[in-house]
């Protein structure tokens, strides 16, 4: 095709090679183009409620629980029945949709693997495409990899149940386009997913299972509600075919976690904690309240009190509801020296206890070599239970506003400054770069762990903390830090390497949304301009 294909009202900007082509046919094209001209202007509606929503957090007021939705939360009522293969995830494993790393996760002594097309891939083109045919193939059960040095990976007999994560409502897909405006990215993503895959997932006894990321409203989840039931109708499906998994990993969602289970009570299975956002949600939703300003990333950790009590506020919901609480994600990797290995998998081992211990029905990994450890504490916890809906917490006092919003207790420290911004630093050139995810001092990192460093170096900059050392954070302190992080890491990589590389604008980007004088909301907006 050309280099601009108009077709069914949507452009596309970018030539359709042998792949793209298998993927836009007639009817792919036809089934997403009604999704979006149905769908694409209430998401406009939703992004607007956010804007006023965070407005009124910046000038005082504080998230809480909705009294005009009172009798949602204090009526009794279950979600539908969860499909047969999803009863059973005790671990998962998550990743960008990268043809090896497909493979080994959906072979890892796992339940189940979850393709992330949000916070761990890069978002360019052929990565989008690639991805998308690699997981129509992952579904057929014909996936294979051959390594430059020529070891082919291929699938086992029996791998994981396969979950898709798309993009969150800010995201948008700037390829395509319709009315003149970039279409929403998760739009896209569930398109092509569920067009390609519904009838091979359902002939295995599967079926077309989502992760929605960053809702903030019941609201964004009814959407998306239209979204399964439109689809559904659209192939002639039962309602109900559609499942999906809310990750809780906002800060006003929180509050609404019963409203969010209600009105997708026919798709939901469960709500995951995401951590990791969650905690660069508190940051961002309470950026204008200095008595809220957390300390260290390192010191954030889930034995904090708004964090603790996230965790069981979840817990509680959602098995009062039928539905899983899933736990959230260790972000440490295996280390090559064993003394350091085994330390890692102690402390992956203490996060999944507490997890297991709270009565989460499962909890994710990044890397396979973390499996045993997580599904040995979640053996050992379920035993020969599939899942622990049956831990209500009845006796638990009920969970407040203010402890969920509770300040956290922490320093701030050189050390903890310097780190976010090597993370970040690090973590935007290689997003920029076409990788999503990124191991970078025994963490791997993503788009979220990035979004905690930035906004908290931010946060330091905008209410004029001061360092334990005594030192005052100021805008022209955190540039001359990331200059000097940004030479150290040349000298650590070597010319070549670095010159190969896109430190600079990585670094020229950071300055920007770092210093801004309002927050830029996610980094990966203004990121995203820089790639093709």
Not at 93 to 120: H, Q, Y
Not at 488 to 507: I, K, P, V
Request: glycine share 6%; aromatic share 10%.
């Amino acid at each position: 095709m050309t280099d601009s294909v108009i077709s069914h009202t949507l452009t596309f900007s970018q030539p359709l090679n042998q792949g793209a082509e298998s993927l836009f046919t007639s009817e792919a094209i036809s089934f997403l183009a009604a999704l979006v001209t149905r769908f694409a202007p209430q998401r406009e509606a939703l992004l607007l409620d956010r804007q006023r929503r965070q407005q009124r957090y910046d000038h005082g007021t504080l998230p809480d629980f909705d009294m005009e939705t009172a009798s949602i939360r204090e009526s009794e009522w279950h979600i539908r029945s969860i499909p047969a293969d999803l009863a059973d995830r005790r671990v998962e494993i998550t990743g960008p949709p990268d043809r090896k790393m497909v493979i080994n996760a959906l072979n890892a002594d796992v339940n189940v693997f979850m393709a992330d097309f949000e916070d761990s891939l890069s978002p360019a083109w052929s990565k989008l495409i690639d991805g998308q045919l690699t997981l129509r193939e992952a579904v057929q059960g014909t996936l294979s990899y051959t390594s430059d040095k020529g070891k082919i990976y291929q699938l086992n007999a029996h791998p994981a149940v396969l979950m898709c994560r798309v993009r969150g409502l800010h995201l948008s897909e700037k390829h395509v386009s319709w009315q003149g405006k970039a279409i929403p990215g998760g739009l896209f993503d569930f398109a092509l997913y569920f067009f390609h895959n519904v009838r091979a997932l359902l002939a295995k006894g599967s079926g077309p299972y989502f992760y929605l990321p960053k809702t903030e409203s019941w609201q964004e989840v009814a959407w998306w509600r239209e979204i399964f039931r439109f689809s559904e109708d659209q192939f002639d499906l039962p309602r109900g075919t559609i499942k999906a998994t809310v990750l809780i990993e906002t800060l006003p969602a929180v509050f609404q976690m019963d409203e969010i289970l209600w009105n997708l009570r026919d798709h939901i299975v469960g709500l995951n904690c995401g951590r990791w956002d969650y905690i660069f949600s508190y940051i961002k939703t309470l950026q204008q309240h200095p008595d809220r300003i957390l300390p260290d990333r390192q010191s954030v950790t889930m034995s904090q009190p708004f964090l603790d009590a996230y965790s069981r506020l979840l817990i509680k919901t959602c098995h009062r509801r039928g539905a899983f609480a899933m736990g959230g994600m260790s972000a440490l990797i295996p280390h090559k020296d064993p003394a350091r290995n085994a330390w890692v998998l102690q402390r992956v081992t203490e996060d999944k206890q507490r997890e297991a211990g709270n009565g989460h029905d499962g909890t994710w990994i990044a890397h396979p070599g973390l499996a045993e450890s997580a599904m040995a504490v979640f053996n050992a916890a379920l035993g020969d239970r599939p899942n622990q809906l049956h831990v209500m917490r009845e006796a638990d006092a009920p969970i407040t506003a203010e402890q969920l919003l509770a300040p956290c207790e922490g320093q701030r420290t050189e050390a903890g400054m310097r780190a976010n911004i090597r993370v970040a630093l690090q973590y935007l050139e290689a997003w920029i770069s076409g990788n999503g995810c990124v191991p970078i001092d025994g963490l791997m990192e993503d788009a979220a762990t990035a979004e905690i460093a930035r906004t908290s170096i931010w946060q330091w900059i905008r209410h004029q903390q001061i360092l334990d050392s005594g030192q005052p954070v100021t805008a022209e302190l955190f540039l001359r830090w990331l200059n000097e992080e940004l030479h150290l890491l040349q000298n650590t990589l070597g010319e070549s390497r670095f010159s190969g590389g896109r430190y600079h604008d990585a670094a020229q980007l950071m300055a920007q949304i770092t210093t801004e004088r309002e927050l830029v909301s996610f980094l990966t907006l203004p990121g995203y301009r820089l790639i093709p």
